[in-house]
């Protein structure tokens, strides 16, 4: 038998009650003036805010080949019967697929590509490897929509992230209108880390993946950082970007337009930042939700 | 015994097939020129798009007398038992209060204002009574929201109304933002009636006021009615109305911000319209769904 030291977590969570703790980490990593694809007051507005929005990331051409792409795996029975494919429970169609920088050959590609890769590496100030990534389709004529949730509460309690040092990437495949379900953030809310009541469930993913329970923000803390945040909502065309620091309160509504609301997600986490044993679960999630491979995207 | 004479259905639903129907009867039935509070233009809009907004048709002083009678109602444990309250299914929160015009002397008034009145005579070119009436509570934090339907579908099947001649207007109690489920209509959607297919089965309204089953819309038809005529999602603040013709094909999505979406719905009905047994339902809705008096608002 061995003996663990005992770790310092600076972010608590999954306790008998919810609390809140300001942010230990900076925002942007890199040191004043590292050179890189953000310019400085955009870098500066993410700071504060906790989002960049960059219209037109990936052209028409691109967006074509990655929503055939698309198409093609979500219409593979293979694919749909894999572990990584979450299915929408009122219409059994494909909602995410998990993975898929390795599962596809074009959206690995996209996962390297130094459009983003750049991005990453100038907000982490370091090199990067992908923590998760997945499509998100949200098909239309009544879809379901993510409910309020900081992901890095997740990936810390679930997934053993330390430190506040990774970001995400939405990428549209479709329009995002105000209708569709399109993502909503709280602007500044990434600033402080909310620690959700209750203690994990063993294979918590399964469920939460399709509905949130445990690391469900409660309603009165979302009052309380809607009323001192606001809410913000992005809309635009497919091909823009949507770059959003891991502690941000997020959400979307449901879609029952006709227009599906598709995107690719990507999280960059720093290589300094790998993940350990779970904060706040008995075990870690499978790898293709959290990954155990910290090797640095070249 | 006695024998019915066999009555033409101008709007054929709940076949075996979805249909569609050109619409059979003016959206404007006044004669022009007729005078009212909505101007020429405004009526030409409403005639074209089947809709027309009006900012502010109750100040914020009648506003806040309108919240304060909501809460009290909803307060209300007698109320929340009554079989007018329709609760919502995740939150067993009151959803809807139907024949509110009758429990409430505040509501009551309200159906009976000539700013209101007046401009239903208007449209429907004859004097009017409540066809309907209910206060609708979105409490935000995840409360669903209402599919795709034309109202005229559901009133013409399962109430028996038999024209094109009745008009809603709802009144936002909160305001209401692109991201809490407010209203959306497909602008021009009205001059089309869409036979829906399916028998309803009996006492369809226990369900169908939760979650649409029969007169619901196939994806194929929505998907042509969207391209045809776009979608247009209503916002304002409290106090402003959305007037929208009988057939208007709407719906609006959930609410998962903190922020309650609430309005009270009001249908007009033409007296020369009155409801007859229903045109493809075993037998009629319940009076508080659909009135059985036909008594005009004087």
New interface residues.
């Given amino acids: 038998m061995t003996t663990a030291p005992i770790r310092t977590d600076l972010y608590p969570t999954r306790g008998a009650a919810e609390e809140t703790t300001p942010r230990q980490d900076p925002v942007v990593w890199s040191a004043p003036g590292t050179p890189g694809p953000i310019a400085a007051d955009d870098l500066s507005a993410f700071d504060r805010d906790g989002f960049l929005a960059v219209d037109q990331l990936v052209g028409p051409e691109e967006v074509a080949e990655l929503r055939a792409e698309m198409d093609r795996i979500t219409g593979d029975p293979r694919i749909k019967a894999d572990e990584r494919s979450i299915v929408e429970p009122r219409s059994q169609e494909i909602r995410s697929v998990f993975e898929i920088h390795r599962i596809s050959e074009v959206f690995g590609r996209l996962a390297s590509d130094p459009r983003l890769v750049e991005r990453a590496r100038q907000i982490l100030g370091s090199d990067v490897y992908i923590h998760q990534s997945r499509i998100n389709l949200k098909p239309?004529?009544?879809a379901s929509?993510f409910?309020?949730h900081s992901d890095f509460e997740t990936w810390h309690a679930e997934d053993g992230l330390p430190r506040m040092r990774a970001v995400s990437v939405s990428v549209a495949l479709t329009e995002n209108?105000?209708?569709n379900?399109s993502l909503?953030i709280m602007p500044g809310s990434h600033k402080t880390f909310l620690g959700c009541a209750g203690a994990t469930p063993k294979d918590n993913y399964k469920r939460s993946l399709q509905m949130q329970d445990a690391g469900t923000p409660s309603?009165e803390a979302?009052?309380s950082l809607?009323?001192d945040y606001g809410?913000r909502?992005f809309t635009g065309s497919a091909g823009s970007a949507t770059w959003f620091d891991c502690n941000c309160m997020h959400?979307?509504?449901?879609?029952?337009?006709?227009?599906a609301r598709s995107n690719v997600f990507l999280v960059f986490n720093s290589v300094e930042n790998a993940a350990e044993e779970p904060f706040a679960a008995p075990v870690p999630r499978p790898d293709f939700i959290g990954a155990r491979d910290f090797t640095p995207i070249r």
């Fill in positions: 239309g004529f009544g929509g409910y309020w209108y105000p209708t379900g909503m309603n979302l009052t809607a009323s809410i909502q959400g979307s509504g449901d879609n029952i337009t006709p227009y």
